[in-house]
């Protein structure tokens, strides 16, 4: 397979991935390190200016003036805190997850491929692995970005079947939102279940109600991030942030329009998405002044691949066991929602 990278030794390494599904990753690793060194070592130099350990959402991150490449900007919406590192050569790296991994490798071969960054094969950094992939901003030209996860459920089924410990940190991001929210039990605990906390962001969110909701937002890079969406709830909220987001430019929303609507129609036929339960995944929005605009799935983190004999049309209601993720449904009503943003002819 070819790749669209400019690192040979990347190429290597995704020619490795492609012809054998299943591996060893102790030898893929130590094979990525060895090929990729010389990465690795830029890599290391950049770690200096990286967002490591800052806080949750919005982190922004530019290479060095004198690094020989092209300077990249970077801006992570939300997400986990010191997961990733601006690469070079327009990639980027998130912090390795064996089944986000798996789900790039797959889709690199599936009909969807063009509407993920593409998927460049695991490098190490200080014992750490990461999966590498594009950094979509790159071409683009200070880029307003958005995150919108997708679908009516955010957590996997297997986790109601797992008994864990009551969490603090949930219950302080619960009350911090909503100081009513915890039930009595709770608020004597003083921690909440995930699966509770996630259900109370999905009804309190469009989640439930639109299946998808907006994370949060920049438009311009001198502005803070817009992350205050928890209680986005109503089709008409969720419009008007929207109608922030592309500064109600009806070209914007035509270039993401048609762009949802191909990804529609290929998410209806693909292999891959009919044999996953897509959960958490997001949307990532990208428009610029040039009036460029692209849409791309990220996040595969809690995606699963379903037993053999089912399959999803991700638009039946969920029920405990049908594993149905509400994807497109939510991306039904996404589209639906932005074309009523047009203005009528
Ligand atoms: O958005 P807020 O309200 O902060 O809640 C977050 C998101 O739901 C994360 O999901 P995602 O990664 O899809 O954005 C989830 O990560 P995972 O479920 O992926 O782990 C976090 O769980 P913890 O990582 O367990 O804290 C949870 O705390
Ligand atoms: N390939 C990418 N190109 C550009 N930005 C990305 C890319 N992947 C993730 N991001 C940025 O990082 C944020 C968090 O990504 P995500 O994969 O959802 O992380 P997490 O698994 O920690 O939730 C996104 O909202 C987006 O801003």
Redesign the pocket.
Known sequence: MTLQSSLPGVELLLLTCSCSRTFDMASFSSFTTASLLSEVCIFGFLMQNSPWKKP?SCVTSSLLPNTPTKPQQWLQV???AGSFHVGADGTLLKRFCEGEQQCYLRLMEDTLRPFVPAYHGVVQLDEQDYNMMDNLLTHFSMPAVMDC?MGSR??LEEELLISREPRK??YE?MIAVDPEAPTAQERAQQAVL?TR??QW?ETLSSTTSLGFRI?GFRVSANEECHTNF?RTRSRDQVMEVLHNFVESNPHIVWGYLRRLKQLRQVLETSDFFRAHEVV?SSLLFVHDWTGRTGVWMI?F??TAALPPHLTLDHRTPWVEGNREDGYLWGLDNLIDILTDMLPLT
Request: charged share 50%; aromatic share 10%; proline share 0%.
């Open positions: 949750k939300v997400g986990h996860k955010t957590y940190d949930m991001k995930k906390y996630m962001r994370e928890k958490g996040d983190g809690k």
